[in-house]
């Protein structure tokens, strides 16, 4: 039996409490994002859970199964879903991460970690961090993920020193505005007061 919408609302109605209409817009503002980035082009990452994407598939030949006739089918777009480390170990009762690594060396470098977007950083961060916690699981190579997470750490730092840089600067850009105005302002006052003597 599949999880539907109604079952959702109910879930989260009988958690939180909040009236069912209340969390059947909150759903519906929730699937109508996921929904409107999927379309424009954009991925959905949600931290633990997983990452939504389109990919686009080629013009290719194929063939109806019941009348065997040749088919040529429409270059168009799908959604992907893959689910998250964290996800992947729940469902697999844990460690199916750690089988994947001794056979797949985690070859990630520099480059590919700047390719990442910032949550996708701090997830996969939180993964290594778990892995390197969970001391009833044996780790393949733990050099190897503590050397990725400070390369990890590196490149959040520097995007966070960024951002830090980017709002100090816009502080200071609407400050230098507001000074402008309160300047124009209290100049205008006192013009306005000596016309009235």
Avoid: W
């Amino acid at each position: 039996m599949a999880l539907t919408k109604a079952d959702i609302i109910e879930s989260v109605h009988n958690q939180l409490g909040f009236h069912k209409k209340q969390v059947a817009e909150l759903v519906e503002i929730l699937l109508d994002t996921i929904k409107g980035s999927l379309e424009s082009g954009e991925d959905v990452l949600v931290s633990g859970f997983g990452k939504f994407g389109v990919k686009v598939k080629k013009e290719r030949r194929s063939r109806n199964p019941a009348t065997g006739d040749d088919l040529l089918l429409e270059p168009r777009k799908v959604v992907t879903f893959k689910c998250s480390h964290k996800l992947r170990d729940k469902i697999n009762g844990g460690g199916s991460y750690e089988k994947e690594l001794k056979g797949n060396k985690m070859s990630e470098n520099q480059n590919d970690l700047k390719e990442l977007t910032y949550e996708q950083k701090v997830e996969k961060l939180d993964e290594i961090l778990t892995r390197l916690d969970n001391s009833q699981t044996p780790i393949d190579n733990p050099a190897q993920d503590v050397k990725l997470g400070v390369k990890l750490i590196k490149e959040l730092e520097k995007e966070l020193k960024q951002a830090e840089t980017e709002v100090r600067d816009a502080f200071k850009e609407l400050e230098n505005k507001l000074d402008d105005e309160y300047f124009i302002a209290q100049r205008e006052s006192v013009s306005f007061t000596q016309l009235l003597r």
